[in-house]
């Protein structure tokens, strides 16, 4: 049976999954279905890797459907699995969900649980004695067909390569966004969304350093195509400072794929490099509000959001962007 979570009036998060019980690092799908009128926007977040005890395998676009009765279901399937036995519970996820007249609320999904069962079973636990090793009779026919199976299959690979480095060259791959704005219009109607939750005010700060933080990550893997979500903050330092030292080289390398920039938008200029230690800075920050056990000042979680606008309205994509970030490095350094 699905678990519900009432979370406003004519709103309801139901989570359920495909089986309760599995073996270890079989994959399990969790459905995470809200019910609620037509017309309402709900946001789910991107999920980490290693969320909670659980490893996300894979984490399907959202979808909403029409149920009848003036109500639509938005539908998200998530792909879990967990290499350790026993009892498992699968974290909570704050949901965001905006309504006909524009407010936002957020609140989180209600606790789900699965079992993970040993591949052993008790015979196994006795330990056996190994067969003795058993002698196959090999034809002189068999040597030919192994002769046959690695000459196809070095055919194969020199086909592939030949076909890889084509398409490669044709630098023609076409991908379809999800939402076709630009990152710093996503990144900053997120932001305003964020701040109208209030979530600070309820005592809730770490939901609303979650929230900060996976947006801005979000709008660094969107700007300049690396995978910050899934990223240390140091690592995401590193990833920085080489777009900044590719600047006039006119290479990159993006999840271990090398491809050769055509936009220079995807690297940070020297005035970009300057930011560095901000956009550090605030991921620390987002970091120590979501881990550390700790309360901040109400105004402090708000401070992170008006950081985030600030780094986003600095790095966004302009026409202009080359010419106005050399013009703001002389202005710095007169």
Same mark, same amino acid.
């Given at each position: 049976m699905p678990v519900y979570a009432q979370v406003a009036e004519g709103v309801n998060i139901a989570i359920t999954a495909d089986k309760t019980e599995v073996t270890v690092g079989d994959p399990v799908q969790l459905t995470v279905e809200i019910t609620h009128p037509t017309g309402y926007l709900v946001i789910l977040p991107k999920l980490p890797r290693e969320w909670g005890e659980v490893k996300v395998r894979a984490q399907a676009t959202p979808e909403t459907v029409a149920s009848g009765n003036g109500n639509e279901i938005t539908r998200q399937r998530i792909t879990v699995s967990r290499f350790m036995t026993g009892t498992v519970e699968v974290p909570t996820m704050t949901i965001v969900i905006k309504d006909a007249h524009g407010q936002s609320f957020g609140k989180v999904s209600p606790p789900f649980s699965f079992t993970v069962l040993s591949v052993?079973?008790?015979?196994?636990?006795?330990?056996?004695?190994?067969?003795?090793?058993?002698?196959?009779?090999?034809?002189?026919?068999w040597w030919g067909v192994v002769a046959l199976a690695i000459l196809s299959m070095g055919a194969l690979a020199w086909w592939l390569k030949r076909k890889f480095y084509k398409i490669r060259n044709q630098k023609s791959e076409v991908q379809s966004p999800l939402d076709p704005r630009p990152p710093h219009q996503i990144a900053l109607e997120e932001l305003a969304q964020i701040k109208q939750?209030?979530?600070?005010?309820? !005592? $809730?700060?770490? *939901?609303?350093?979650?929230?900060?933080?996976?947006?801005?990550?979000?709008? +660094?893997?969107?700007?300049?195509? =690396?995978?910050?979500?899934?990223?240390?903050?140091?690592?995401?330092?590193?990833?920085?400072?080489?777009?900044?030292?590719?600047?006039?080289?006119?290479?990159?390398?993006?999840? !271990? $794929?090398?491809? *050769?920039?055509?936009?220079?938008?995807?690297?940070?200029?020297?005035?970009? +490099?300057?930011?560095?230690?901000? =956009?550090?800075?605030?991921?620390?920050?987002?970091?120590?509000?979501?881990?550390?056990?700790?309360?901040?000042?109400?105004?402090?979680?708000?401070q992170v959001i008006e950081q985030?606008?600030?780094?986003? *309205?600095?790095?966004?994509?302009?026409?202009?962007?080359?010419?106005?970030?050399?013009?703001?490095i002389h202005s710095r350094q007169s």
């Open positions: 052993l079973t008790p015979d196994d636990a006795e330990l056996h004695d190994l067969k003795p090793q058993a002698s196959l009779p090999i034809s002189r026919w939750l209030a979530l600070p005010e309820q !005592g $809730r700060f770490k *939901e609303h350093y979650i929230l900060v933080a996976d947006c801005f990550r979000t709008y +660094l893997d969107r700007r300049y195509q =690396i995978p910050a979500m899934d990223l240390t903050t140091s690592e995401i330092k590193k990833k920085l400072e080489k777009r900044s030292k590719q600047y006039e080289v006119g290479s990159r390398e993006y999840e !271990g $794929r090398s491809t *050769e920039i055509t936009h220079s938008s995807l690297l940070l200029t020297p005035y970009s +490099l300057l930011l560095i230690p901000k =956009i550090v800075k605030l991921l620390n920050e987002c970091d120590l509000g979501k881990f550390a056990k700790f309360t901040p000042e109400i105004q402090e979680a708000y985030s606008r600030l780094l986003v *309205e600095e790095t966004k994509e302009t026409a202009s962007t080359a010419p106005n970030e050399q013009a703001n």
